[in-house]
């Protein structure tokens, strides 16, 4: 019997546009409210496949937990994410078995990178399995994950052996003391990180480093990082602090520039000498010495990139944002649910692409940007 999608909306997080009209019977009819009536094109590309802007789908973010055992200032400061907080229940979560029929589903809009995301993924028990799954969907896949490091040293081997072929780790310092104040976590260091990150070479697995920079917070860590990244010949890529979520206390004062980062760099390295981009819609601007270390720089900030994002989010309760800035999304559990197939899944996110307009970043720094936002770790960074 078909479920009444309306119980799916009393679980917490943030608002969720739905996308079908009250008492659905089954997948078919919330798709055809999804899609206006348009008729069903799975497997070919069409106009739709890109959005209002003209930009396609090529990358998706897919939370598997919005837990962390992290309480990160930018992310998941304690005081909003304490013990009190109520995270989704168990039966709020989307299966493996669900993620990978969207995942499928998105294939056929261009799909080309999955990115696993949380909260912090690892925490999600047999996460491997997953992998397998969607490795299982498409040999060329670029299957890549983000964790914060803490448990990477333990599960790197098998990432490898399910089909993972990237990890980025998220590291704002080196020094230990810090590296705790900054997570608000005493249980792990920056040196548990560290072993993560050469197991994961080790490996076999092709390793980025994510560090966020924060004034009057761990602009001391720029260099200390760079050169411990140096030495194992890692990718490092700064990030500017965002005004990600709603409980950060983020101000423009706080924001340390890629301008500044690279100034800061140079009087070490020696000039950074600019790389073209690997693709269009490549989020960091990227920099090499005279020795080859790579520096990228996300400067979402100072130097929007909006116009060339591709990137799709999908919240581990099954809930789809096209914005990492955005305020709302639209459920796609109630028609994995009500079994939907893949090519339903396909239409109704081909329906949402294609009247997508996001473009925050670009607002912010021309001053319209005031609206409240999704919390990074429902959705993934």
């Given amino acids: 019997m078909a479920k009444d999608y309306r119980q799916h909306r009393r679980e917490p997080g943030p608002i969720v546009e739905p996308i079908c009209l009250p008492q659905p019977t089954n997948a078919a009819s919330v798709l055809r409210t999804l899609t206006m009536g348009r ?9 739709m496949d890109t959005d209002v802007l003209h930009r396609p789908l090529r990358d998706v973010r897919l939370s598997v937990t919005d837990r962390c055992n992290f ?8 005081e909003h994410f304490g013990h009190d907080h109520e995270f989704l229940g168990r039966e709020h979560l989307l299966t493996f078995e669900e993620m990978t029929t969207l995942v499928k589903g998105l294939l056929p809009m261009g799909l080309e990178k999955v990115r696993i995301t949380g909260g912090e993924p690892l925490l999600r028990r047999d996460l ?31 990432l490898k052996s399910a089909g993972l072929n990237r990890v980025t780790v998220s590291l704002d310092a080196v020094d230990n003391d810090l590296f705790q104040e900054l997570a608000d976590n005493t249980q792990f260091n920056a040196s548990d990180v560290m072993n993560g990150i050469r197991t994961a070479l080790d490996a076999g697995l092709q390793v980025k480093v994510n560090t966020v920079v924060k004034g009057g917070e761990n602009e001391s860590q720029i260099l200390p990082i760079a050169k411990a990244m140096s030495g194992l010949d890692v990718p490092l890529r700064f990030i500017e602090f965002m005004d990600v979520g709603n409980t950060n206390a983020w101000s423009l004062d706080h924001v340390v520039s890629g301008k500044e980062i690279r100034s800061t760099l140079e009087q070490h390295f020696g000039e ?10 490549e989020v960091a601007r990227r ?3 005279t020795s080859n270390q790579e520096f990228g720089f996300i400067e979402s900030v100072t130097r929007p990139f ?24 639209h459920e ?7 079994g939907a197939s893949c090519e339903d899944i396909t239409e109704a996110v081909r329906a949402v692409w294609s009247r997508r307009r996001d473009r925050y970043s670009m607002d912010r720094a021309e001053g319209q940007s005031t609206k409240q936002k999704v919390e990074m770790s429902f959705i993934g960074g």
């Fill in 272 to 281: 950074l000498h600019p790389l073209p981009p690997h693709h269009t819609g």
């Fill in 71 to 78: 309480r990160c200032g930018y992310c998941m400061p304690r």
């Fill in 306 to 329: 909006c116009g060339d994002c591709s990137r799709l989010r999908l919240s581990a309760n099954g809930t789809m944002y096209t914005c990492l800035f955005a305020s709302e999304g």
């Fill in 128 to 158: 491997t399995s997953l992998i397998r799954m969607i490795r299982t969907l498409c040999s060329t896949l670029d299957l890549a994950l983000t964790t914060n490091g803490s448990l990477l040293a333990q599960h790197a081997v098998e």
């Fill in 39 to 47: 008729s069903p094109s799975w497997n070919v590309k069409t106009p």
């Fill in 287 to 289: 920099f090499q010495t």
């Fill in 332 to 338: 796609l559990k109630p028609m994995l649910r009500m």
